[in-house]
């Protein structure tokens, strides 16, 4: 994830350079008069390639309506939100939070944040707080938006969005939230939300942390280390190692247990280039692997079913079914060699559809249908990064959070 902000906040760039003529570079292709990545497999299902929605792919200003927190700086942070019962709006640009009424279209409240050292808030992530009303978490770097996350504050809000109580202060950037109100920091620590600002329990003699996952009843961390090249299953409450998972000798960039918790994900990076998936109930029995990927696993995510992994590597996508590991679909474009990694894979309304960022566009595909729809900065636009999506399922919209502090709303 550090790498993905890097290189996006690394490429403000023009990207108007051809504006005036539109010259396609390699790797690029011509639909709808706007530049997508040229696709070699387009998920193709029994044979049939996924096809685009109508009026797809789009450009930001054909969007049905967005809202902006601040005029657009390419130097400025921003990130956004959307509440789960997809009610508000929420939009940071460092310093405060504003949130929108979705339902209403006006601002319901502005929170000023209270970071630690006056550090940036870049991140912002959004919870249901068990007695209603939401839990907003800002993390952020003193070192700026390349800076590694140092701190990360958490203010609960009543439904009305009004501040209960005083900013938490957690160490480290956001590792995991369990269902069961625990946060774990990458830095180490272990939360509970509904106690005090100390943590209940520290990972003892800790590596290096790169990614963070709790078991779905809460009970194990799971934990993966890219300088160290471990994997480890902790205690959640104690913070004492239960496992060491046999070297893998590589760097591991992330680990995911299945929502069904049967399994334990991990993503193998170097030249290794594998994921691994462990069942729970035997860890000594060895993983099945996937391999074969054109670099390293960089992203990935479970269908809320736990029956497939979607995992991203250079240039490309693929779903495998689980536990055979076979590749059901595979989505990749004519890129160059060391070329990106998809980001922001996620499943979406119940496994039924998928979201990923690849450069600068987001994507969405629909199983069922086999379509896909694609949203992408226009040639005029600054290169932006900070780049997130969400759907409210409620009425059919797909959000773009757009790095030029604007989240766009698409009918879809
Ligand atoms: C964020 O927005 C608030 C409210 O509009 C403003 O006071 C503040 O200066 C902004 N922060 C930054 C870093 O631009
Ligand atoms: C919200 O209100 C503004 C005016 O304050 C208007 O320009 C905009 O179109 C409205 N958006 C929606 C989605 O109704
Ligand atoms: C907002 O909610 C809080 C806590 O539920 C309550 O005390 C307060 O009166 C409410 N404010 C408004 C303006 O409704
Ligand atoms: C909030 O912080 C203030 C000032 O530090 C303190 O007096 C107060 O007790 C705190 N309130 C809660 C609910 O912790
Ligand atoms: C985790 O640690 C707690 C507290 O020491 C202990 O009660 C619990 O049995 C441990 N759980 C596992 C799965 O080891
Ligand atoms: C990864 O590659 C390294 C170096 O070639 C090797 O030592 C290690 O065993 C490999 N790990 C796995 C899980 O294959
Ligand atoms: C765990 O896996 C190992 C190796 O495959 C096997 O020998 C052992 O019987 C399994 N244990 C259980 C409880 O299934």
Redesign the pocket.
């Known amino acids: 994830m550090i790498a993905i902000h890097l290189l996006l906040a690394s490429a403000s760039v023009l990207r108007g350079a051809r504006a005036d003529s539109l010259s396609l570079h390699t790797g690029e292709a011509l639909v709808n008069n706007i530049v997508v990545p040229k696709e070699i497999s387009n998920f193709a299902k029994d044979g049939a390639s996924a096809q685009w929605a109508s009026g797809y792919p789009k450009e930001w200003g054909s969007e049905n309506y967005h809202y902006q927190f601040n005029e657009p700086d390419p130097e400025d942070s921003f990130s956004a939100g959307i509440t789960p019962d997809e009610k508000y709006l929420a939009m940071n640009n460092g310093t405060h939070i504003t949130f929108i009424n979705l339902e209403k279209n006006t601002t319901a409240s502005t929170l000023a944040l209270v970071m630690p050292k006056k550090i940036l808030a870049l991140s912002l992530t959004l919870r249901h707080a068990p007695q209603g009303g939401y839990d907003v978490f800002a993390s952020g770097s003193n070192g700026g938006k390349n800076g590694i996350t140092t701190a990360t504050v958490r203010i609960r809000v009543s439904s009305n969005l009004t501040a209960i109580g005083n900013f938490s202060t957690y160490q480290g950037g956001i590792g995991a939230i369990s269902k069961q109100g625990r946060l774990a920091s990458l830095s180490g620590y272990i939360y509970d939300m509904e106690g005090t600002d100390t943590p209940i329990a520290t990972l003892t003699d800790r590596p290096d942390l790169t990614d963070l996952s709790f078991s779905p009843d809460g009970i194990h961390l799971a934990s993966v280390s890219w300088r160290a090249r471990t994997a480890d299953l902790w205690n959640a409450t104690s913070g004492q190692k239960i496992y060491q998972f046999p070297a893998t000798n590589a760097q591991n960039w992330v680990t995911r247990f299945s929502p069904d918790g049967r399994y334990l994900a991990i993503a193998v990076g170097s030249n290794n280039n594998t994921i691994q998936l462990y069942?729970l109930?035997?860890?000594?029995?060895?993983p099945t692997e996937m391999k074969v990927f054109n670099g390293w696993p960089r992203a990935l995510d479970w269908s809320p079913d736990s029956k497939t992994l979607a995992v991203a590597d250079e240039n490309r996508l693929r779903i495998f079914n689980v536990p055979s590991g076979e590749v059901i679909q595979t989505w990749e474009v004519e890129g160059v060699r060391y070329g990106p990694s998809p980001s922001g894979v996620s499943f979406l309304a119940e496994g039924k559809r998928l979201t990923w960022t690849f450069l600068y566009g987001t994507y969405l595909y629909e199983f069922e249908t086999n379509t896909k729809w694609y949203w992408v900065p226009r040639a005029i636009d600054h290169i932006w990064g900070g780049m997130g999506f969400s759907f409210l399922s409620k009425t059919n919209v797909a959000v773009t959070h757009d790095g030029d502090s604007t989240v766009r709303f698409w009918k879809i």
Do not use: I, W
């Open positions: 069942t109930g035997n860890l000594t029995a060895p």
